[in-house]
C-alpha cells in the first residue's frame, strides 16, 4: 500500500480498548476542526467534524473534543476495532478563509 | 455511486515533459482542491476552485497549474515537471467551501495518483 508519512507518530492500542488521538493546532481564527481517516492506499476519508461553539460532539463510536483555551483538538475511538487501523489527520479552518490546513498525521495501529 | 476519480493513478515521467492529472467528481460539488502529500508533511493544498472559473493559490502552488471549466472537472496540469514534485496527488470536493454552511462542506477525496518525476 502507499507509505504516506515514514516519520509519523504512533499509537499502538490492544484491540478493544480506547484510542485517544491528539492535535493541536495552530491559528487562532480557525473556528471549524475536522478529523480524517487514511487507510493504505486510499484518500483521507471523513470521520468527524466540530465548530468552535462546541467542545464536544459524538459520532458512532468516536467522540471529539476542542478546548480551544490551548488550541487542542483529540479524536477518541471507542473499543478499537482492527479495522480503525489507519492514519489520523486532524484538520483546521477558519471562515474568514477558503481551505483546510492539515496536521502532519498519527498512525494507529491495532494489537491483537 | 456518489466519487471523486482521478487518472491516472500512477505515473512515472521526466523532468520537463508536461502532463495533466484530471479529477472529475459526480456530486454537483462546487468547490473542488488539489493536494499533495509527502512523508511527514500531511496534506498541502496547491490549487482550490470555489466554483466554475473560480481558482486560487493555496500553500504551495508553485510549478502547478489548474483550470475550472465545468464544474466536474478539476484538472491539475504540471507544465514543466521537477523532481521535487514527485509526491502523492489528492483531488477533493465538497458542496461548499470548508468552515462554510454546516453540513455542507465535508471534503469528499479521491484515490489518489502517485506521480514520480525523474
Known amino acids: 500500500g502507499e507509505n504516506v508519512g515514514l516519520h509519523l507518530p504512533t499509537l499502538s492500542v490492544q484491540e478493544g480498548d480506547n484510542s485517544i488521538i491528539n492535535c493541536a493546532y495552530s491559528?487562532?481564527?480557525?473556528?471549524?476542526f475536522i478529523w480524517y481517516k487514511q487507510e493504505s492506499g486510499k484518500g483521507p476519508q471523513f470521520i468527524i467534524d466540530?465548530?468552535?461553539?462546541?467542545d464536544k460532539r459524538q459520532g458512532q463510536r468516536v467522540t471529539v473534543l476542542l478546548n480551544k483555551t490551548v488550541k487542542h483538538l483529540s479524536l477518541q475511538i471507542a473499543a478499537t476495532q482492527p479495522g480503525d487501523s489507519a492514519v489520523y489527520f486532524c484538520?483546521?479552518?477558519?471562515?474568514?478563509?477558503?481551505?483546510?490546513?492539515f496536521g502532519s498525521g498519527t498512525r494507529l495501529s491495532i494489537r491483537p | 455511486e456518489a466519487q471523486v476519480t482521478q487518472n491516472p493513478r500512477y505515473l512515472i515521467t521526466v523532468t520537463g515533459k508536461k502532463l495533466t492529472v484530471t479529477c472529475s467528481q459526480n456530486?454537483?460539488?462546487?468547490?473542488m482542491s488539489w493536494y499533495r502529500q509527502d512523508p511527514g508533511l500531511g496534506l498541502r493544498q496547491i490549487y482550490y476552485?470555489?466554483?466554475?472559473?473560480?481558482?486560487d493559490k493555496g500553500d504551495v502552488p508553485e510549478g502547478y497549474k489548474v483550470s475550472r471549466k465545468e464544474k466536474r472537472n478539476f484538472p491539475l496540469i504540471l507544465e514543466s515537471p521537477s523532481p521535487n514534485q514527485t509526491s502523492l496527488y489528492f483531488c477533493?470536493?465538497?458542496?461548499?467551501?470548508?468552515?462554510?454552511?454546516?453540513?455542507?462542506?465535508?471534503?469528499?477525496f479521491g484515490p489518489g495518483t502517485r506521480l514520480l518525476v525523474l
Open positions: 477533493a470536493s465538497s458542496f461548499r467551501v470548508p468552515g462554510g454552511d454546516a453540513g455542507q462542506e465535508t471534503q469528499y
Open positions: 491559528n487562532s481564527a480557525s473556528d471549524y
Open positions: 466540530i465548530r468552535s461553539n462546541m
Open positions: 484538520a483546521e479552518s477558519a471562515s474568514s478563509a477558503s481551505k483546510i490546513i
Open positions: 456530486m454537483n460539488h462546487e468547490y
Open positions: 476552485s470555489m466554483n466554475v472559473e473560480v481558482t
